[in-house]
């Protein structure tokens, strides 16, 4: 596949503080990075700098080979990047707003009216056509800004926090949305918290904090290569059990003991001998098992053991 | 069929519609028009009832009407273009104009046309109010082409104004005011204080358009040729304006100057300057003198340089900025490939050239002519006649203007190195070392009761109290106060910044090495794996 963007060693630094340390990035045709990481971690300044809108401290930023920097038109005309902010303008319509951003992205006038139709379309706003902006619900404007950044037919896109205001019925529209983004060869970066989302669509998985990108892997490897031979597992009890606060953490191998009610989770060994005399020691002492299972790993799991830091 | 440049300008058609299009320009001028047509019909009626006849009672309106368009036209414009780019700053949007194909300068041309479109239907009203008062009043469509044509050159300040705004609003991400700078143009545009510097007395000569614009309005055409000069000026600050707009509008991180746009700028208030000290300096006494207010040319020619020296400070600064800017990357980023940027020292050089050169042909045969004292300077360095002087003072206002920009050139480097703005250094510098001679003098003057001559060499130290000395005491000693300045100049300009500024690049490279030094856990330079 196409290399469409490579950056690197990206720096960017406000003054004595550094957002953006060191980043490497490569991107083909057809990938799908989600970026995950605490808030202020970095993410929309990486954003930024990918997008060409942040002058870089150091490093480099290119899309199909051309280097992406202030004023380089052509090359940040393929980058469409959608902020977590919808830009509008609020008194316009919807049509009139992308058919600016047809004018200003100098496509022809049949060209313009085929693709707002297309995305308005795709987006469910084909009814809100001619309703103006300001009516628009935070939903309907994400939805807009995915429509005004995908108008240009841009190789590269990048979402910041795309899905932030969407109701469920437009996460899963938005899901196969980006799939065929994915189809068609286009790169794409997402950021989004929530995690179950980023680990349906996402081919790769970056972890952000403090500015480094701490992990870049596909999906698979950073769910199933973070567990280091453990996972987590379910235990209900018949009844209320609370010697199991004390009794578990003194097993050796178990860790991260979590008791509510007749549930508890805790870490151990994915060992399946390991975990049936684990139960079998249980059930031993009295407790009472109702049933006892290791959870599916998902990318949420993995984040939390990865240790990524809260940003103070 | 496309629509012609400016209407197809893409930001300039989104801020048309944001303003209400043409919808709402067509309600205005149909409102405003119905509106003036019945105050001017209830004006002309009670005239022609109380004698004056319908010619002269459609010429007052004509004039109302010139003042009223050209006055709402400043406003409209002005106000247009700062809303415009404030609301894209508000907005987010002007990002995503930075990420669209729109050129820097298509940028300007639409917001300089765009937010301005609700004035089109106010302005067609009035033209065709100004057709109809022409036709009743007799003065026929000759008067009314006058008309228009002044309407026209009140454009050019208009939008000297409009795109001086611009730059501001870009540079402050929208939160530069327009009203303060319009009310200071028409209240100062022109006046007596203006020609303090006989420069910007023209180039900011509103009013000298609106006499010309009223004339028009009253069926002749008086065409003074100064207007010719301050249009030229304005049509130069436009450009200049729109240029640095269009930079500016790419990107936060670049400067609206660069040190060939600054050169420009400096060439252009050093042309303006110098061009009416040669020819409008005695004007000021002629036409526009305030009874006890006299200001000699000495004056005129001091606060000239002072204003010139000022104006040379953006590229200086420019050129140091990026200078700075690209050592800053250089040393944090070794594969940074971008051409290392013109010398400080080059830039310096060059405007101290066109300065002397300007100031020198400005300068010479005047001074020649009106000092006696100026001649017997001229005699010491052998000089006979008026032309030599020229060449002569070309070669003194080099020197001067390189001591006087040398310190503020090393300043800056050494500002910059630390910081990327720059402001309270400067200016305590310039009122310092430029300044605080003068107050000193005046003060031991004042002690000594002494009113004549002035023969501190300490005066001399400034490079404004140098030439004070010489314009008005050209025997005095001037040569220990040059002395000081150069070593000040090699001090401050050279030797300090270069060691200061060689310390503050090791410095922010450690800086931004040791921000990067934390350790990570895992950093992995994507091995592109691929997608499952």
């Known amino acids: 596949m196409t290399v469409v963007l490579e950056a690197e060693s990206v720096r960017v630094h406000y003054g004595a503080v550094a957002a953006v340390k060191r980043v490497d990035l490569r991107l083909e045709g057809g990938q799908l990075l989600g970026l995950i990481g605490p808030n202020g971690a970095g993410k929309t300044s990486l954003f930024r700098a990918l997008a060409g809108l942040q002058a870089l401290t150091s490093g480099r930023v290119r899309v199909l080979g051309g280097e992406v920097e202030p004023g380089a038109r052509h090359t940040l005309a393929r980058i469409g990047f959608a902020p977590d902010t919808p830009p509008v303008y609020d008194t316009l319509t919807v049509a009139t707003f992308l058919q600016f951003v047809g004018r200003a992205y100098d496509l022809a006038r049949e060209t313009i009216d085929e693709r707002i139709d297309f995305w308005l379309d795709q987006l469910w706003l084909k009814d809100k056509r001619d309703a103006k902006i300001s009516t628009l619900s935070r939903g309907m404007r994400q939805r807009l800004t995915i429509a005004r950044t995908l108008i240009p037919d841009p190789i590269l896109v990048l979402l910041d926090e795309p899905s932030a205001g969407l109701d469920p019925a437009g996460r899963v529209q938005f899901r196969q949305l980006l799939g065929s983004l994915r189809e068609q060869g286009r790169a794409l970066i997402v950021s989004s918290h929530i995690l179950s989302d980023l680990h349906e669509y996402c081919t790769h998985i970056g972890v952000i904090e403090a500015g480094r990108m701490r992990r870049l892997n596909t999906v698979t490897e950073f769910v199933h290569g973070q567990n280091n031979g453990r996972v987590r597992y379910k235990l209900r009890t018949a009844r209320p059990a609370p010697e199991l606060a004390v009794l578990l953490p003194e097993v050796a191998g178990v860790a991260g003991v979590r008791v509510e009610g007749r549930e508890v989770q805790f870490e151990f060994s994915e060992d399946a001998a390991h975990a049936a005399a684990l139960l079998a020691d249980l059930v031993q002492r009295g407790i009472p098992v109702a049933s006892f299972g290791a959870q599916t790993a998902n990318l949420e799991e993995a984040y939390l053991r990865a240790g990524i830091r809260q940003v103070d | ?532």
């Not at chain 2, 004509?62 to 247009?80: C, H, K, P, R």
């Not at chain 2, 050159?153 to 870009?170: D, F, G, K």
């Not at chain 2, 050093?270 to 000021?284: D, E, K, M, Q, S």
């Not at chain 2, 630390?418 to 003068?438: E, M, N, Q, S």
Request: aromatic share 10%.
């Open chain 2, 1 to 532: 069929m496309e629509l012609p440049g400016m209407f197809s300008n893409p930001l300039g058609w989104v801020h048309a519609q944001v303003m209400g299009g043409w919808k709402r320009c067509l309600q205005l001028g149909l409102g405003y028009g119905g509106f003036a047509l019945l105050l001017i019909v209830i004006m002309i009626r009670s005239a022609i009832n109380e004698g004056v006849t319908p010619t002269s009672a459609c010429q007052v309106v004509l004039s109302i009407l010139m003042a009223l368009q050209a006055g709402m036209m400043f406003m409209f414009i002005s106000a247009g273009v700062r809303r415009a780019v404030q609301k894209d700053f508000t907005s987010g949007m002007i990002e995503s104009h930075r990420q669209s194909p729109i050129s820097g300068w298509s940028a300007v041309l639409g917001y300089l046309t765009g937010p301005c479109t609700q004035i089109a239907g106010i302005t067609a009203a009035n033209l065709l109010l100004a057709l109809l008062l022409n036709v009743y009043g007799g003065m026929g469509m000759g008067g009314w082409l006058l008309w228009v044509m002044g309407l026209l050159v009140a454009l050019i300040p208009a939008y000297a104004i409009a795109s001086l705004l611009l730059m501001m609003a870009l540079s402050t991400k929208g939160s530069a005011t327009a009203m303060g700078m319009v009310i200071f143009l028409l209240a100062f545009g022109g006046a007596n204080l203006m020609w303090l510097v006989p420069g910007l007395g023209i180039m900011t000569g509103v009013y000298s358009v609106t006499d010309m614009v009223q004339s028009a309005s009253r069926g002749r055409f008086k065409f003074d040729p100064m207007i010719g000069f301050a249009l030229a000026a304005q049509l130069g600050i436009i450009a200049i304006a729109c240029a640095a707009s269009a930079r500016r509008f790419v990107s936060d991180a670049r400067r609206a100057f660069t040190w060939e746009l600054g050169v420009c700028l400096t060439v252009l208030l050093a042309i303006g300057g110098f061009v009416g000290l040669r020819i409008y300096a005695t004007r000021y006494q002629q036409e526009w003198g305030l009874a006890g207010m006299n200001v000699p040319f000495d004056v005129q020619w001091l606060a000239t340089l002072v204003a010139i020296l000022l104006g040379c400070v953006i590229p200086i600064s420019a050129a140091v900025w990026h200078r700075v800017g690209w050592l800053r990357r250089k040393a944090v980023d070794p594969e940074w490939r971008h051409p290392a940027p013109r010398s400080v020292g080059w830039v310096l050089l060059l405007i101290v050239i066109f300065v002397s050169v300007i100031g020198g042909w400005s300068l010479g045969i005047p001074l020649y002519d009106l000092s006696p004292e100026w001649r017997s300077f001229c005699g010491r360095i052998h000089m006979d006649n008026a032309e030599r002087s020229s060449m002569a003072l070309a070669l003194v206002t080099a020197v001067t203007t390189g001591l006087a920009l040398l310190p503020i050139a090393g300043l800056l480097r050494m500002i910059f190195g630390f910081r990327d703005r720059f402001g309270g250094i400067l200016l305590f510098w310039i009122a310092l070392a430029w300044g605080v001679p003068f107050l000193v003098e005046a003060l031991s003057m004042a002690y000594s009761a002494k009113t004549r001559p002035m023969d501190s060499w300490f005066m001399g130290c400034s490079p404004i109290g140098w030439w004070a000395l010489l314009l008005n005491e050209p025997k005095s000693s001037l040569w220990g106060g040059l002395a000081v300045q150069a070593v000040l100049a090699a001090v401050v300009g050279i030797l300090l910044p270069g060691w200061v500024g060689s310390r503050q690049i090791r410095s922010y490279q450690r800086k931004v090495e040791k921000a990067d030094a934390a350790p990570a856990a895992a950093a992995i330079a994507a091995p592109a794996a691929p997608a499952p």
